[in-house]
């Protein structure tokens, strides 16, 4: 498999994006493309391991820039570029941690988007009690009809098969309740919807039993699932912060934690949001 990855995009690019990238040269059965300013990148770059290339491009799409426009003003920025390795069939794969907007328009002028779908979306990985689950659309589409939220829903089912291994995905809607007739136009026409869908639809699901029903794959509009996504990662912070505090209470507790310390940085691992990658775009070609 050959990746192309945006050295450009994202927090602390272009070393923090080729700093991992070679530690997954080295680790993956892979080649690794890195898309971005040839000398900033090989600033960063000690030892360049024999299946990690360069493809030079001088533009970059910042964060603040409004997508579209900014694909249409800049086609050779990274993201551009290596989006169109993908296209040219000359990579497999693209990763960027830079805006999510901007990728997600380069998909749609550079690759288009499946037969039948609509909205491409983004879908998420989350922890749960008894095995991970599809959080989708988180960010991709903040205004969405019903029909847009069955297509996230069969793409959802078809990604947690095909990829993560589950077999008969069950899909929930997620709601203020479990009853049919809750929510607003959007859900409750969803609902209807995915009942004649044909995926194995589990029904309403609320936002405090994401982590332990027995969906695997939760539906909703991008605004929500950024939303939810984004207050689960402050929430580990809380909650980590809050362990730190009373840990350091007395000489007890920081025994405690000291004896602790190897099963809480277990459940650090398994809580952190970081340790979970990053997320697809459902929906495109290629």
């Known amino acids: ?164 291994g589950i077999k008969e995905p069950l899909v929930g809607l997620l709601n203020i309740g479990l009853e049919e007739s809750k929510g607003n136009s959007l859900t409750t026409e969803t609902f209807n919807l995915l009942k004649k869908s044909g995926v194995n639809f589990f029904g309403n699901i609320e936002a405090r039993d994401i982590f332990t029903s027995d969906a695997d794959i939760i539906v909703c509009d991008g605004f929500v699932g950024n939303a939810l996504l984004k207050f689960g990662e402050g929430l580990v912070d809380l909650f980590n912060g809050f362990l730190r505090d009373y840990i350091g209470k007395s000489g007890i507790t920081k025994l405690g934690g000291l004896c602790l310390r190897p099963a809480f940085k277990d459940l650090k691992k398994k809580m952190d949001w970081e340790e979970f990658g990053g997320a697809p775009l459902l929906g495109v070609k290629k």
């Open 1 to 164: 498999m050959i990746i192309a990855i945006d050295a450009m995009g994202g927090d602390y690019a272009p070393e923090e994006i080729v700093g991992g990238a070679l530690a997954a040269a080295r680790e993956l059965d892979c080649s690794i493309i890195l898309v971005g300013d040839r000398e900033q990148i090989k600033h960063c770059v000690s030892d360049m391991p024999d299946n990690v290339s360069i493809v030079h491009c001088s533009q970059v799409i910042d964060m603040g820039e409004k997508p579209a426009a900014a694909i249409r003003k800049k086609p050779e920025a990274s993201i551009c570029v290596a989006t169109k390795l993908v296209r040219d069939g000359k990579a497999d794969a693209v990763v960027s941690a830079g805006s999510t907007g901007a990728q997600m328009a380069a998909a749609l002028f550079f690759l288009g988007r499946t037969p039948e779908v609509h909205r491409p979306a983004i879908a998420a990985a989350l922890p749960g009690i008894t095995g991970p689950r599809l959080l989708i659309d988180v960010g991709a589409n903040v205004d969405c009809r019903p029909e847009n939220l069955v297509e996230f829903a069969v793409m959802g089912s078809s990604y947690a098969e095909t990829v993560m």
